[in-house]
C-alpha cells in the first residue's frame, strides 16, 4: 500500500507522527536471507518495525520534496515523478539513473535498509523523459483491437523507463469511457469493456510473461528488462455523470460489474502488480474511502494480492473542501485498505 501526497501533505504528516530513532545493534536481519521462504522474512521484518517506520514505508512523495537523508531518516517506502517533475530540462538517462540512485542509497543506508520503489506516469511512453519514444494514447491504441502491438509497447515502454533507473509506471490506465464529455476519454482504449479487457496485454509487456503455475492475483516482474505495473483508475473512472472529471458513478452493482470491472479481472490474471485507486466516488461513496470496493472486492473476492496506491493527493480530497480534515482522511483511506 502507498499513499501518494504533495510535499506539504508528507511534511505535516512526518512532523505528527515521525521522530528519530536510533540505530538498533540487536537487529535480526533474517529478512535479508534470500534462502528464507517470504512469509518468514516478511514476518521478520514486520516485527521489528516501529510505527514511524510503518507509516514511512506506506507513503509515496514527490522527488521534489525527498533527500537521501528524508528517506534514510524516515524510511520512506516509495518516490514519485509528479506531472514535469525531472532531474534537470532535458536530463539524460544517466542523469535518471545517478538521481534514483542517490535517493535508493539514502532508503538502503536507513535502520532497516529497506529498499525505496521509484514510479512514474509512463501512460504513452516513457512520456517525461527527454528524446524517449512517445506512443499514441490509449484511444488510439484500442482503435487497432490489436492486443499484439500494446503488448510490444509495454515491452519497449519498460525497457526505457529501466533504462533511468525506474522500475516501476502508473499504467495502463484501463477506464471504460461511457460519455465523450468526459475530458480524459483519450486515456481509455473504448467504450467497450470488451476491447479494454483486450488491451490489458499491455501489463504483459511491462512486467513479462507471467509463469504458466502462477497463481491468481499474485504480481509478476519478470527481470531487469521489465517493470511494475499499475492498472487505473479504480473503478469506474469512466462513468461519471455527465462526464465530470473525478465525479460520482451512479450504477447498479451489475452495470459495475459488467462495464468498470472487466479491465480489472483481466489484470489481475495477468499479474499486475498494483491498483490504483480513482478519484471518483461510486454511488456518493469516494472510492478512496470505500471498504467495500477496495478491501473487500479487489483484496477479498477478485484477490488480488499486489499493492494498492492511492492517486495524487487523493486522501486530501475524500473531504470537501480538500484537505479539510486530513487526519479524518487518512484514517478513512487506511481503513479502505490502500
Known amino acids: 500500500m502507498f499513499l501518494r501526497y504533495s510535499s506539504v501533505s508528507i511534511l505535516g504528516l512526518l512532523l505528527l507522527c515521525a ?12 529478512y535479508k536471507d534470500p534462502n528464507q521462504l517470504m512469509n518468514i522474512r516478511i514476518k521478520n521484518l514486520m516485527d521489528q518495525m516501529t510505527l514511524q517506520e510503518k507509516i514511512g514505508q506506506m507513503t509515496q512523495i514527490d522527488r521534489r520534496a525527498a533527500t537521501e537523508e528524508i528517506m534514510r ?7 514519485l515523478s509528479g506531472g514535469g517533475s525531472v532531474p534537470s530540462e532535458r536530463a539524460t538517462a544517466e542523469e535518471w539513473v545517478e538521481m534514483v540512485n542517490g535517493f535508493q542509497n539514502g532508503s538502503l543506508s536507513s535502520r532497516l535498509g529497506i529498499p525505496m520503489i521509484y514510479g512514474i506516469d509512463a501512460v504513452h511512453g516513457h512520456n517525461n523523459v527527454y528524446k524517449a519514444t512517445i506512443f ?9 483491437r490489436d492486443k499484439d502491438l500494446v503488448k510490444r509497447i509495454g515491452a519497449a515502454t519498460a525497457l526505457e ?27 481509455s482504449y473504448s467504450e467497450d469493456p470488451k476491447i479494454v479487457q483486450e488491451m490489458t496485454e499491455i501489463i504483459v509487456g511491462l512486467q513479462g510473461d507471467i509463469p504458466a ?45 459488467s462495464i ?14 498494483t491498483v490504483m485507486v480513482s478519484y471518483s466516488s461510486y454511488n456518493g461513496v469516494k472510492m478512496h474511502a470505500s471498504h467495500k470496493l477496495v478491501t473487500k472486492f479487489l483484496k477479498g473476492t477478485l484477490n488480488f494480492r499486489g499493492f494498492v496506491i492511492s492517486d ?16 479524518h482522511s ?9
Open 312 to 327: 495524487w493527493q487523493g486522501i486530501d480530497k475524500i473531504t470537501y473542501p480538500q484537505h479539510a480534515n486530513y487526519t
Open 136 to 144: 499514441p494514447h490509449n484511444v488510439g491504441l484500442g482503435a487497432t
Open 161 to 187: 523507463a529501466r533504462a533511468t533507473g525506474i522500475p516501476y509506471v502508473f499504467a495502463p490506465c484501463i477506464a471504460v469511457c461511457r460519455d465523450p464529455r468526459w475530458g480524459r476519454c483519450y486515456e
Open 330 to 338: 487518512v484514517l478513512y483511506g487506511v481503513k479502505a485498505g490502500h
Open 73 to 79: 531518516d524516515y524510511s520512506i517506502g516509495s518516490l
Open 260 to 273: 468498470h470491472m472487466p479491465g480489472y479481472y483481466q489484470s489481475i490474471i495477468k499479474g499486475v502488480s
Open 19 to 30: 521522530s528519530a530513532w536510533a540505530k538498533d545493534s540487536k537487529l535480526n536481519t533474517l
Open 213 to 257: 503455475n502462477a497463481a491468481k492475483g499474485v504480481p509478476h516482474v519478470g527481470g531487469n528488462t521489465k517493470v511494475a505495473a499499475c492498472a487505473k483508475h479504480f473503478v469506474g473512472d469512466g462513468g461519471t455523470t455527465n462526464g465530470i472529471n473525478e465525479n460520482n458513478t451512479v450504477a447498479g452493482w451489475h452495470e459495475l460489474l
